[in-house]
């Protein structure tokens, strides 16, 4: 056994005996240990208390290291993210400070289809090496376990190149990841006026192989005007169920169209985006036992209302944050910026939206019981931050890099 101890730490955040998804009220509570050690054997946390009560004589410590004036948190969990793609589209972000519309950037080969033209032109091996920098990057920034999407391959051969992408990553990398399949993402040009044959597309073609070589956890639709239809949704995801594929879905994002009655209808894992909601909608998902995932960074970015964590949370709801990090609408996986603009533009208590972004990010993909909180018997996925006055100071002192070190699975990164 190879054991460490961390000692002399300012605050050990998020610290639970056991732990369940946070709905409501329960977001705002926060635990701390103030003046706090912590022992991890073979990366997995093992004890935790006040230093005054330090009792290391059990376990057989070979390592001890001084946190003094630091906090440490359990790291992100960065649970809706779709960081396998092939180039960045800073060409559109440019054309919409210039007052193009997305009809028109569209209409200009933009947009996801540009996305996927990219992916198709580019291998598997590069592919793999952007996404591996982009985990390495998010990873520095206190992330440590990450949902990834497929999505800009948009025919059996592509979306199947991204998924064996992700399966890749997630046998080399010491992050967690779960993928997710989003096949239907858009249709492709040639079936835009064929919706049909696309959707058997998916279901025939390529859920078997999805299937077959288990490259995917979840499956996601983009349920929205133009897009896929509630309808078209609810076949899709029952396909993708029929092999064990649980959904988690990209709902509300620019309109209300019942996606989130299909999602509820399917016990999705998650209901994400929700920048569009009506009273009604708020209070569904108030009431839901599911996840409403929140994504500020994509509506900041595309300058849209955030979302109403604000209802939501006063309503009940069991919230989630994380960075949709993708080449159009959140080209950045800083989950440090995602709860400082939380808090800062959604009102949310910066106890709320740490919570949302570790615990509830963990429940959101279904690793709450391993990730997400300082628990005994969970990995010691670790942020240590600078010194700082105090927990609010995070949010506060926002886009500054207040991160020291990184701990994935006992190991500095
Ligand atoms: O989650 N809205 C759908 N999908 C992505 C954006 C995709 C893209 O523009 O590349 C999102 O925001
Ligand atoms: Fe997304």
Known sequence: MSSQIITNIKQLVNVREQTHVLRGAELAQLPVIENAYLIIEDGIIAAYGKMQNIQHSTFNIQHSIDASGQCILPCWCDSHTHLVFAGSRENEFVDKIKGLSYAEIAAKGGGILNSAKKLHSTSTDELFNHAWKRL???????????EIKSGYGLAAEGEL???????????????????TFLGAHTYPLEFKENHKGYIALIINEMLPVIAKEKLADYIDVFCENGFFSPEETETICKAGMSYGLKPKLHVNQLNSIGGIETGIKLNAISLDHLETLTEKEITLLSKWEGISTLLPT??????????????????????ALAS????????SGNMNFVVALSCIQMKMLPEEAINAATINGAYAMELGKELGSITVGKKANLIFTKPIPSLAYLPYSFANNLIDKVMIGGEFI
Not at 162 to 167: E, Q
Not at 324 to 331: M, Q, R, T
């Open 161 to 179: 190149k991204m998924l064996r992408v992700i399966k890749k990553l997630k046998e080399k990398s010491a992050l967690t990841i779960k993928s």
């Open 298 to 319: 994509a509506a900041f970015f595309l300058r849209m209302t955030l979302q109403p964590a604000r209802q939501l949370i006063d309503k009940g709801a069991a919230v």
């Open 324 to 331: 949709d990090y993708n080449p159009g609408s959140s080209p």
């Open 136 to 146: 390495e990057e998010v990873s520095k920034l206190g992330t440590g376990a990450v």
